[in-house]
């Protein structure tokens, strides 16, 4: 189930124009003021055939209108609460292009917390077609490590940084570098490849053979602009791995062990 929600101000082709030109979409939550309720209105009058509910709220309150959003995703899930199906294949949208500023940027905000995928409408000009005139925003979500152990956080943890690091000096990096660089068991790196990518914190990338084809059997991995975030945090994760005694140890200690040697 594909849910959209935008911002509305006194333009109109702005929202249209990406309900029309991204499809798919089963609801439509238009959040607007009470000034320009009759653009929203005018918006979902195009729409007649679809699911177009109208809000009005305070154009200039930032936290009601995230806090309104997160209402929102709420009452989604109780509704299809015993629906399981529809449950795991909810997907969000947001087009930040209407309304005021501050609007468009609580449901910026508001589109990390639901994984939401992003649009902006921006000038079309002559001879340009609606579709070219979109923009598909790179998107943020939040890494939620309470369902991972200590364990499996350190190795993620690890690998992003390794990431991280390969992506600074411009390299590429694949499964087997990553063994390499920790030894990690095949299916262990498949599984944390696995975890980190459900998490959105890192993406597939086609990787070519010699001769230029595609290479079906291997590809790349790289960090998603979440990961890229995610690897500011870690030295919140004080967990190291060494992989000379394939041992996990804790790195504060490990630090401060090695600074009582040097005095």
């Known amino acids: 189930m594909h849910i959209h929600i935008a911002t509305v101000g006194t333009t109109t082709s702005i929202i249209s ?3 029309t030109g991204v499809g798919g979409m089963d609801r439509i939550y238009l959040l607007t003021s009470n000034d320009a309720q009759n653009f929203a209105q005018a918006v979902k009058s195009e729409f007649p055939r679809m699911d177009v509910r109208i809000i009005i709220t305070d154009q200039y309150d930032f936290m009601k209108i995230i806090n309104l959003i997160y209402e929102i995703k ?39 917390y639901l994984r939401a995928d992003i649009y902006y409408k921006k000038e079309q000009l002559e001879g340009m077609s609606i579709d070219d005139s979109i923009i598909k925003v790179d998107k943020l979500s939040l890494f939620d490590d309470s369902k991972f152990s200590n364990k499996n956080k350190e190795k993620m943890s690890l690998i992003i ?65 979440t990961g890229a975030m995610f690897a500011k945090r870690l030295p919140l994760y004080k967990y190291k791995i060494d992989t000379n005694q394939n041992q996990t140890r804790n790195a504060t200690t490990h630090d401060q062990k090695h600074t009582t040697n040097n005095n």
């Not at 009452?75 to 969000?92: G, K």
């Open 161 to 225: 940084r390794y990431l991280n690091r390969r992506e600074r000096d411009g390299l590429m990096t694949c499964a087997a570098d990553i063994k390499a660089e920790f030894d990690f068991k095949p299916q262990t790196i498949s599984k944390q490849i696995s975890n980190l990518i459900a998490e959105e914190l890192i993406q597939k990338q086609v990787r070519y053979k010699a001769d230029g084809s595609e290479d079906n059997r291997s590809y790349y991995v790289k960090l998603t602009p």
């Open 17 to 19: 124009d990406v309900i």
């Open 74 to 112: 709420k009452d989604v899930e109780n509704e299809f609460d015993n629906d399981d199906r529809i449950l795991r294949n909810i997907r969000y949208s947001v087009n930040i292009t209407g309304g005021r500023k501050i609007m468009a940027s609580a449901l910026a905000v508001a589109s990390i």
